[in-house]
């Protein structure tokens, strides 16, 4: 009983700690979406319109919680969400319902390298019948020329965002002139992902 309560009076520290600044609120809101990014402190102070001096104090205690972890790269020191850190998915649950899951997914597609559009063929927000109804996997239409390793690790960080197994999420990867001539060919399966229920992330895909 007693170790309970020594449980829950470090959790209530803990969370204490977390949600006491609006600016921590503002970096984690930046950095959970978007854990293959990483951010000096000057890059954050452009991006969220906050002063360097009050980034510096929360980036400091963000990573002594264990939140972020931080690297010094040539004369700054550039900062990162920790994917092993303490209750990093329930955190993770409250960035996506606090912005939403279509702000958080174009997040986490931030800088792919060669993406042109994106969508999710389903509408969201997710809901578990949703989830529990589909047949197979939900697919994840990516359209660029996009290294492999980038296609495989959106594909994770978008299940991860929905609370989904990456098993649920289907990554569908297409060379823009393919996708094109699959439209204009009434392709199938181009059709089936045109005409189902979808979320747009990044850009339009021909109609």
Not at 87 to 94: K, M, P
Not at 123 to 131: C, E, F
């Amino acid at each position: 009983m007693a170790s309970d309560s020594r449980a829950a009076g470090r959790l209530n520290e803990f969370l204490s700690e977390l949600f006491a600044s609006k600016v921590r609120a503002a970096v984690l809101g930046q950095t959970i979406p978007r854990p293959h990014l990483a951010w000096s402190l000057t890059e954050f102070s452009r991006l969220l319109d906050l002063p360097i001096s009050s980034l510096q104090h929360e980036c400091y205690k963000l990573e002594r919680l264990g939140i972020l972890v931080s690297q010094r790269e040539g004369a700054s020191r550039r900062y990162r969400i920790n994917p092993d850190g303490p209750s990093i998915r329930e955190l993770t649950a409250l960035v996506v319902s606090a912005l939403g899951p279509e702000e958080v997914l174009r997040g986490t597609l931030d800088k792919i390298q060669g993406l042109e559009s994106a969508f999710i063929a389903t509408i969201l927000p997710l809901t578990q019948a949703a989830v529990s109804g589909a047949e197979g996997s939900i697919p994840l239409v990516l359209i660029g020329e996009i290294p492999l390793e980038q296609i495989d690790a959106a594909q994770e960080r978008v299940a991860a965002l929905l609370g989904l197994d990456s098993s649920q999420v289907e990554a569908v990867f297409y060379l823009p002139e393919d996708w094109e001539e699959r439209v204009e060919q009434r392709a199938a399966y181009a059709v089936w992902l045109l005409e189902s229920p979808r979320t747009h992330l990044v850009g339009t895909p021909i109609d």
